[in-house]
């Protein structure tokens, strides 16, 4: 998002999400320093049954060139019922991959919307194979990956001063977790995974990173166990902070039952030299080749997590090798500025002299 409003006029419409408070104010603080323009929906009643009429009286009075819509059944659906045109969807992932299957309400706000989309982008081989299927032509859709700025996630931002600071570390190796807690990130694996982790590890300590709604339910879990000591709750780390903890943890995982592409926390950990263990799920397999440059693992298994977290932990020079591996494969395909210049290129085709 930095990238564009030093080269266009942006503009952010976006839900006011009051669960999640102090994100909402971090990005305020954010999009602000950027000069984007924004406009928050309220998420209660009557306005979140009013939001796609709201979103379209916004939209039509800005009168922009582009209309570029994230997440097909909402902030997609807005886009798709203002009839401002050119408009982009960009699907990311559930949107198509899960909700579709869940009623023939969502089903067919996604159909509708995709049908309405000028242009849609995704970043992951099972998204655009999915809005195929729910009978999109393949023409009308362009692979953008997000992008990872590697000089911001990369190993020189390791610094062991941070952990020793905040966590007393005293030469523990460092399992960062970043997903979250809601249920298709499976947070209930790594749960699951640590006491046999420890049994042939004790050594360790885990940092997990989120929110979402079975985060509570985990704290409880982990408050009741033996391993008590041995997990870190981080909530939301900073946006500055981040580089500095994943480039400074030994080990991260992603554990999700689904992805579109490769999650964006998995591409930042490869860039910043942290070796990856990941779930089979996505496209991780065009990215993670297992046993080369990471471990891809079954879902909903602990025990084989398990078994990939000692693994690394136990072995310095794989850890090394893989972690090489990981930032020549981001260095080389996940470029941050080339994704988004291309992005760009989108824009102007599509508006044409508008834009110029």
């Not at 306005?47 to 209309?67: C, E, G, H, W, Y």
């Not at 159909?111 to 032509?137: F, P």
Request: aromatic content about 12%.
């Amino acid at each position: 998002m930095g990238f564009f409003p030093s080269i266009h006029e942006v503009h952010l419409i976006t839900f006011d999400y009051p669960e999640d408070r102090d994100r909402v104010q971090d990005g305020e603080h954010f999009f602000n320093g950027l000069g984007v323009k924004l406009y928050k929906i309220k998420k209660s009643f009557p306005d979140l049954l009013l939001s796609p009429l709201i979103a379209r009286q916004i939209i039509r009075k800005i009168n922009p060139d582009i209309v570029h819509a994230h997440f097909v059944t909402q902030y997609g659906f807005f886009g798709a019922t203002s009839g401002v045109r050119p408009l982009v969807i960009t699907a990311w992932g559930d949107d198509v991959l899960i909700h579709p299957t869940r009623s023939i309400l969502y089903r067919y706000m996604v159909r509708y919307s995709l049908k309405k989309a000028d242009l849609i982008t995704c970043d992951g081989e099972n998204t655009e194979k999915a809005m195929i299927n729910l009978g999109v032509a393949g023409s009308k859709i362009k692979r953008i990956f997000f992008g990872v700025d590697t000089k911001k996630f990369s190993p020189e931002k390791k610094n062991l001063y941070l952990f020793k600071s905040k966590f007393e570390a005293n030469g523990e190796k460092f399992v960062i977790y970043l997903r979250g807690f809601d249920p298709v990130y499976n947070a209930e694996t790594l749960f699951e995974s640590i006491p046999r982790v420890l049994e042939k590890y004790p050594n360790v300590k885990f940092l997990l990173a989120g929110g979402g709604e079975q985060l509570e339910s985990i704290k409880q879990k982990v408050s009741s166990s033996f391993f008590n000591d041995r997990v870190i709750f981080l909530g939301r780390i900073p946006n500055d902070e981040l580089p500095s903890y994943v480039a400074t943890s030994d080990v991260y995982v992603s554990i999700s039952l689904s992805d579109s592409g490769i999650a964006a926390s998995t591409a930042e950990s490869m860039a910043c030299g942290t070796p990856v263990i990941s779930t089979d799920c996505g496209d991780i397999h065009l990215w993670i080749e297992d046993g080369i440059c990471g471990y891809v693992i079954e879902k909903e298994n602990p025990t084989m997590l398990a078994d990939r977290i000692v693994s690394l932990l136990e072995n310095e020079t794989t850890r090394k090798q893989f972690g090489v591996r990981c930032r020549e494969i981001i260095v080389s395909k996940q470029d941050y500025y080339k994704e988004m210049n291309k992005m760009n290129k989108i824009y102007l085709d599509l508006a044409g002299e508008k834009c110029v």
